[in-house]
T-cell receptor, first 113, second 113 residues
Framework: KAGVTQTPRYLIKTRGQQVTLSCSPISGHRSVSWYQQTPGQGLQFLFEYFSETQRNKGNFPGRFSGRQFSNSRSEMNVSTLELGDSALYLC????????????FGPGTRLTVT | QQQVKQSPQSLIVQKGGISIINCAYENTAFDYFPWYQQFPGKGPALLIAIRPDVSEKKEGRFTISFNKSAKQFSLHIMDSQPGDSATYFCAASKGGATNKLIFGTGTLLAVQP
């Protein structure tokens, strides 16, 4: 079974731009969660989607948004990029929502200049 | 109350030795505790997880010990190998229909040959 895939793997953007990251979960998995990883703040939960509905949201500004499609693929969008948004963005998929085993993708490395 | 405190920040162990990483939490609503292993340039990989109704869980060389009254849990890596050199994260999740994980700050393990 293929693992979680994330595209693109690397991205360089300029302050003020917006960016869209994509995540394809493991086949059959219906829950997708997004995390931001930085050296200073560690791994922080952004949001979780299950069956196209946002189940939970972390403490991030409204510039961070996401959605999930009927095939469980998910996208996250960051608008008006700031230098502090430079991070590794990780997607995790699981069968269900509720303390399910989560499997992470390799991440998208976003650099904002 | 949402934090998970992890120690030590870094650890050096000789090949064949036992690596021990500790985590503590405050929120008694947490009832799912996974450990993740992350190599440079990769996403975190689920190692082993435990729920509070069990005091210990073992999978191969990896063991989680859980002390509910002390609100602490730890990862033991027996017969540590150079290939175990990675960053290890503990995490916690509350009950209910959410996969949101609160992560510890990570422990960088180096196993010397």
């Amino acid at each position: 079974k293929a693992g979680v895939t994330q595209t693109p793997r690397y991205l360089i953007k300029t302050r003020g731009q917006q960016v869209t990251l994509s995540c394809s979960p493991i086949s059959g998995h219906r829950s997708v969660s997004w995390y931001q990883q930085t050296p200073g703040q560690g791994l922080q939960f952004l949001f979780e989607y299950f069956s196209e509905t946002q189940r939970n949201k972390g403490n991030f500004p409204g510039r961070f948004s996401g959605r999930q499609f009927s095939n469980s693929r998910s996208e996250m969008n960051v608008s008006t990029l700031e230098l502090g948004d430079s991070a590794l963005y990780l997607c995790a998929s699981s069968l269900r929502s509720g303390q399910a085993e989560q499997y992470f993708g390799p991440g998208t490395r976003l650099t904002v200049t | 109350q949402q934090q998970v405190k992890q120690s030590p920040q870094s650890l050096i162990v000789q090949k064949g030795g036992i690596s021990i990483i500790n985590c503590a939490y405050e929120n008694t609503a947490f009832d799912y505790f996974p450990w993740y292993q992350q190599f440079p340039g990769k996403g975190p990989a689920l190692l082993i997880a435990i729920r509070p109704d069990v005091s210990e869980k073992k999978e191969g060389r990896f063991t989680i010990s859980f002390n509910k009254s002390a609100k602490q849990f730890s990862l033991h890596i027996m017969d540590s190998q150079p290939g175990d050199s990675a960053t290890y994260f503990c995490a916690a999740s509350k009950g209910g229909a959410t996969n949101k994980l609160i992560f510890g700050t990570g422990t960088l393990l180096a196993v010397q040959p």
